[in-house]
């Protein structure tokens, strides 16, 4: 493990992701949209990522070229090992006709894991997302909140190394939203993966972040990574944190 050499307890540098030039064009009939135009970076395993950028930069592109939905047109993406990755979209995408705990069960049934482990793997992950006595509702019975839950933790079911989030919490008013990051921020410290979140919001990016890549307008190019090192749980009312999303602000909107 390549760690620096003082803080090797602390922080571990092992890169799980170096993504190097990632072009994407979309061919359309009259014309080519460039959406991503020479995108690098490299990710720690562990580590709290994020991207910003205004709309249509190309943040969801590049997430859904990390996550293999996608494929660039071209550049490389060097995963350090074989990675699970999981997915929580902004509209949930959860599957109507089956209750919670089929959601989250779904991933587990699909790698052929037996009964009783998957009911092990989700009773602990209902509990842990707080949604103990609502397994056996379906989706139209809960409420956003409780629904992004549900996307949470049937993302995380596969224990994922790399967890990727396109905007999760966007859909959501704003006291769900925060307790929602507060959750995330609980898991990902429990848990240990690695995670890569997409938002426009500046503050909650600085709340979230290990570091935070700023991303220009179309086509998308990461101009500038930051690191948060403000210490956890943040204050957003601290000094420090005022002074971080004026940083942000600044290299979001160059005057
Ligand atoms: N399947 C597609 N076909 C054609 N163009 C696409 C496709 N997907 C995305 N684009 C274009 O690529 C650019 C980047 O889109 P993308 O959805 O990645 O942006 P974004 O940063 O996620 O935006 P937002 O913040 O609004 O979600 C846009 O110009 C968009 O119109
Ligand atoms: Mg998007």
Not at 34 to 40: E, P
Not at 187 to 209: D, P, V, Y
Not at 241 to 254: G, N
Request: charged letters at 30%.
């Amino acid at each position: 493990m390549a760690s620096s050499s003082y803080h090797e307890y602390e922080i571990s540098t092992r890169m799980i992701l170096t993504a190097e030039k990632i072009k994407k064009v979309f061919a359309l009939d009259k014309q080519n949209i460039i959406a991503l135009d020479d995108v690098s970076f490299q990710i720690n395993e562990g580590e709290f990522f994020t991207l910003i950028g205004p709309s249509g930069c190309g943040k969801s592109t590049l997430l859904r070229i990390i996550g293999g939905l996608e494929k660039q047109t071209s550049g490389t993406l060097n995963f350090d090992k074989v990675v699970k990755i999981g997915f929580v979209f902004q509209h949930y995408g959860l599957f109507p006709f089956l209750s919670v705990f089929e959601n989250i069960a779904f991933g587990l049934k699909m790698e052929g894991i037996e009964e009783k482990k998957i009911r092990q793997i989700v009773d602990e992950l209902i509990e842990e997302v707080e949604l103990v006595g609502f397994e056996d509702k379906h989706p139209k019975e809960l409420s956003g909140g409780m629904k992004q839950r549900v996307g949470i933790a049937r993302s995380l079911a596969i224990s994922p190394d790399i967890l990727l989030l396109d905007e999760p919490f966007s859909a959501l008013d704003e006291f769900t939203a925060e307790t929602l990051r507060k959750l995330l921020i609980r898991l990902w410290q429990k848990r240990k993966f690695t995670i890569i979140l997409i938002t426009h919001l500046i503050k909650e990016a600085g709340e979230l972040s290990d570091r935070i890549a700023v991303m220009t307008a179309a086509p998308g190019k990461v101009e500038t990574t930051i690191e948060d090192h403000l210490p956890r749980p943040r204050n957003p009312r601290s000094k420090e944190f005022y002074s971080l999303e004026d940083k942000l602000t600044q290299l979001i909107k160059p005057e």
